[in-house]
């Protein structure tokens, strides 16, 4: 079996390592450069977690390969199903994709009456796709994807994510979501979701950049977005500062939510969950129940989700909890 | 320095394992008796999880000892503080403690008026016992613990967690839980609360020992047990069965919670809460809730806890739920 790549992560950017560094000596390289590694496993370290690493046992390797942006592997995991790895980062696992997948769509879609045009920027996989494809008051939902190599990829070893590509619904723009974001008409959607590679980061100034203006200006009036927004456990993650600065771009409710997912750092995600000036949207009460008879393009039921779960993911531990989730998310 | 020891799990017990082997060859050994090791990390690989391993960084090795009953090690981690580590298998970690101990202890207690009488069986690190403390209106407080060895460890390297033993209202008893369940007349408890090592497991019959039966029987009409219960996300566990055999031996409430605990497989943790017939006991709606003035013995205030959090633990993922968390719970 092959030495596998191990991911390593360093201002934003991740690059796959040489695996020949198994230990670090008492001096010499500082921490930020060693990581463990063992043949037939796969590890994921990460130094925006750094002093821990997740090791999956590989069964076997499905595709290792490179784009003209990314590399890629997929592997047969003992514990996770068939694992997508991109650039070293651990992307998606079959086991627990239900959860974020579910979560990451759900929560904004489940909180306003009838969405009808959806934005997804990233999330090439396809599973929100399939996920959104529960919803029958969507009309329009367009995805933003740079990487039609990560989305064959995807078809190939993924169909039951991949799925979501088959909703007749679905137009795919094999572009850059900012970009696309340029052409976009004010007001255009009723939700943006956004899956791109962790946008929630210390040195990713994402609140400094334009890129949330031009989400909020595509939005129509009371118009959601969700993003990724790590985890409750990250050391320098302040909730508070990202509900108050997301508020100022938004000018609605601003929430976080956060839900498990065993494969990520620490075993949870977050999301942020932000609606425009208009109708009021009240993220922690969902108002719009998905059909359980309606399976979309998937044919299979919820996993993960349901109205109780949505409710419960806001709910925060008091150490988070101190950053008030209910501060920006008043009646106006 | 040293190579560290790394778990391993059968029928329930665990030994320390030689550090040699670091790969398992395609052939040859069974799976199960092969695991992942490097030097300097302490990596917790349990055959209950097989196919995935925690790699923890360790900083400096403070104590390694063996008792009467089991082996200890506690290291400086780079990630998560201090940690503890039993026969191999990772106990506590100073940066997510508060999540187990303070769900552990206050989901049962906040759920019945006034709680007097609590016994605590195994914890004998003494962070239940600090989060009891919280609760004026407890009288007494009895902790069955049988390793002297592991308190005396704790109270050195984790004052703040083994500072629950300096509360007046706590009496020690270092026996087995179940020769001191023997002696416990009827109806003595308001709360008992199991923190003993893995008591769900598919190969430990819990359902089919007394153990059981007899905390049913020191619990006072209307009394509660929370002990804990593997993770939504282990694949044998069967949340039905579980509250369907607890409801037919404590005949009240039986429900399933969990919480986040990112240092423990899957990064979460359950609790199974049953109530004596008796007075009804709702868990997912708190009567008690604790007195944010009156921090106990620990002088901290709470940093995980809260009301909101208690009702949204018992809300389950729709793969779980099937198993119907409301079954057992219905008002008698």
Chains 1, 2 share one sequence.
Not at 208 to 219: D, G, H, P, R, Y
């Amino acid at each position: 079996m092959e030495n596998l790549p191990s991911a390593i992560i360093s201002n934003g950017k991740t690059r796959i390592s040489t695996p020949t560094s198994t230990h670090q000596g008492d001096a010499g390289k500082p921490e930020i450069h060693v990581h463990p590694q063992i043949s037939g496993w796969f590890s994921e370290y990460s130094l925006l977690w750094p002093g821990q690493a997740h090791f999956l046992k590989v069964e076997e390797i499905y595709f290792q390969g490179k784009s003209e942006y990314q590399d890629m592997l997929v592997f047969q995991s003992s514990s996770y199903g068939k694992v997508f790895v991109l650039d070293g980062a651990l992307q998606l696992t079959e086991k627990d994709e239900c959860a974020y997948q579910e979560m990451m769509t759900h929560l904004p879609l489940c909180s306003i009456p009838n969405p009808k045009k959806v934005l997804l920027i990233g999330g090439g996989d396809g599973g929100i796709l399939r996920e959104i494809s529960r919803h029958s008051s969507v009309e329009q939902i367009d995805i933003c994807e740079i990487d039609r190599m990560l989305i064959d990829v995807y078809k190939e070893f993924f169909p039951d994510v991949a799925v979501g590509y088959k909703d007749p619904r679905v137009k795919l723009h094999i572009i850059d979501g900012t970009l696309f974001l340029n052409s976009v008409q004010r007001g255009t959607y009723d939700a943006i979701i956004v899956d791109a590679f962790d946008p929630i980061r210390p040195d990713h100034e994402l609140f400094e950049s334009e890129f949330l203006q031009m989400v909020a200006m595509a939005l129509r009036p009371g118009g959601v977005l969700c993003i990724q927004a790590e985890s409750i456990w990250f050391q320098s993650l302040d909730i508070e500062e990202l509900l108050t600065k997301s508020h100022q771009t938004f000018k609605g409710s601003s929430n976080y939510a956060w839900t498990t997912v065993p494969a990520y750092p620490s075993g949870v995600i977050g999301f942020l969950l932000c609606s425009t000036e208009g109708p009021y949207v009240d993220f922690r009460n969902p108002i719009n129940p998905i059909d359980p008879e309606n399976h979309g393009i998937s044919n299979q039921p919820l996993k993960f989700y349901n109205s109780e779960v949505h409710s419960a993911a806001f709910c925060l531990p008091s150490f988070a909890k101190r950053f008030s989730n209910a501060k920006a998310t008043k009646r106006p």
